[in-house]
């Protein structure tokens, strides 16, 4: 696909987690803009288990009701991740077809303390993980890719038979813990875990995706873009990713935790073979597939991401920023080389020689238990020459005073014009689990609902 397309070298998601990042991607975004934080606690991530009381709210615009305008059928394959009641499920949210969960794929429960996560076709429960829809956690085998890879294939050659212009967001959780692969691919990785399987998996997936497109003669009129939502766990090790020379990973601004693959594609508009130092974010895809599309994004509101249309052609690259946040916090921002820190903080704890987000990785004063404001004099780094985040520029130095000179008024101006969504995600419900979704019915797989005791959501990091 790179070899094919354009590789991003400065790809960011728009948060160090998972639901926060994809609400970012499917409205533009900042997730403190469309509501995906929480305010119970500061500079905390949050998200969307199956106790979460809210979702992406109504009136953010997503990307498949604006495709929708001018005749796009739309179909998510895979987790969504933007609330499991049925008022924010895909359905509602401008997406013709359905095929996956509205959660991740944690598990098995024991369906009376707590209910296994429904897979649903469209808005109906077909199965749940682990249940109907099986994962040995102990071997780490599933067949579960596979049967979204059929769906994926099987939608696209429904709307090119049908001549429709189509959005397909897969969005397989196979490689989020407990990791898993089917029979094909476990235990044929390098690695030999379920993860390194896992990741084998999704290649092949993705190769056989874009051979369809090939094969159906739809390639050259179609865009295709490869990235994450957040940066690789590395607190489990040898059963997660690992994110090379950046530091530390999922859960942290750092740039292990928000820098991401990113692979454009598509054949005859995307010089073959390039590379790119554009800064990009996961948000830009909005407004870029809007470009595509030949639609504008909303004028009501501010749109985080920008159209990255002149950068896939080989034209020009945009100057920009981008911002790292950490729930209702500003934690850094980079522009062009140069990264300054506002905030720091890795995680809680007591041993200064030992952090679960940063694995092997202890930098004095950088990786830090406590949360440390350094608003007064932010920490810069040159993130081009030093990606590790380990050499902080000497704020006597001229490079620092040139770096920061610029910095100082785009943050500026950004929190004076921020106007900051209400959050979606303070308040945590046992009564709204995964019980008795729509579809439970038809298969004798309700499950009593308990009482309603709603409190607020207690986010660790």
Not at 210 to 239: I, P, Q
Request: hydrophobic letters at 35%; glycine letters at 10%.
């Amino acid at each position: 696909m790179a070899d094919e397309g354009l590789l991003f070298m400065d790809f960011y998601t728009a948060n160090p987690l998972c639901s926060p990042s994809r609400a970012a991607l499917m409205s533009g975004r900042l997730p403190i803009r469309n509501g995906f934080y929480s305010t119970n606690a500061h500079a905390r991530n949050a998200y969307t288990p199956q106790t979460i009381v809210g979702g992406i709210h109504e009136h953010e615009i997503l990307l498949p009701q604006l495709l929708k305008t001018v005749g796009y059928k739309s179909k998510i394959i895979g987790k969504w991740h933007l609330g499991h009641r049925e008022q924010y499920l895909p359905l509602r949210r401008g997406f013709d077809e359905f095929f996956g969960s509205g959660n991740c794929h944690f598990g098995p429960f024991n369906d009376e303390s707590a209910p296994n996560i429904p897979v649903y076709k469209n808005d109906r429960m077909v199965g749940r993980y682990y249940t109907n829809f099986t994962i040995n956690k102990v071997t780490g085998e599933s067949n579960i890719s596979q049967i979204f890879l059929r769906e994926g294939l099987s939608f696209i050659e429904s709307q090119v038979s049908a001549g429709n212009p189509f959005f397909l967001y897969w969005t397989p959780d196979a490689t989020h813990g407990p990791a898993y692969a089917s029979p094909a691919f476990h235990g044929k990785s390098i690695r030999g875990t379920p993860y390194g399987d896992a990741v084998m998996e999704m290649d092949y997936a993705v190769g056989q995706i874009l051979d369809k497109l090939k094969e159906l003669e739809v390639d050259m009129n179609t865009f295709v873009f490869f990235t994450s939502d957040n940066g690789a766990a590395t607190y489990r090790k040898a059963y997660a990713g690992d994110n090379g020379p950046f530091l530390c990973g999922k859960e942290t601004t750092y740039e292990g935790g928000m820098r991401e693959p990113g692979i454009a594609w598509w054949p005859g508009t995307i010089p073959a073979g390039g590379v790119t130092h554009q800064l990009g974010t996961i948000m830009d895809l909005f407004t870029t597939s809007l470009a595509v599309a030949g639609l504008k994004p909303p004028q009501d509101r501010i749109i985080d991401g920008i159209d990255l249309s002149p950068v896939l052609r080989g034209q020009h690259t945009i100057d920009r920023p981008v911002w790292y946040y950490r729930g209702n916090e500003m934690m850094a921002v980079r522009v062009g080389a140069y990264k300054a820190h506002y905030w720091l903080w890795t995680e809680f704890g007591k041993d200064p020689n030992s952090f679960t987000f940063c694995q092997g990785q202890l930098i004095p004063n950088v990786t830090v238990h406590d949360q440390v404001n350094h608003t007064g004099e932010p920490v810069v780094f040159n993130v081009n020459r030093d990606p590790g985040e380990k050499y902080m520029l000497n704020p006597h130095s001229a490079e620092y005073k040139h770096a920061i000179s610029t910095i100082q008024g785009i943050v500026d101006q950004h929190k004076k014009t921020l106007i900051k969504g209400e959050p979606s995600l303070n308040y945590c419900d046992n009564a709204v689990m995964n019980w008795a979704p729509a579809g439970c019915e038809d298969l004798g797989y309700c499950l009593p609902v308990p009482s309603s005791k709603p409190k607020l959501c207690y986010w660790d990091h």
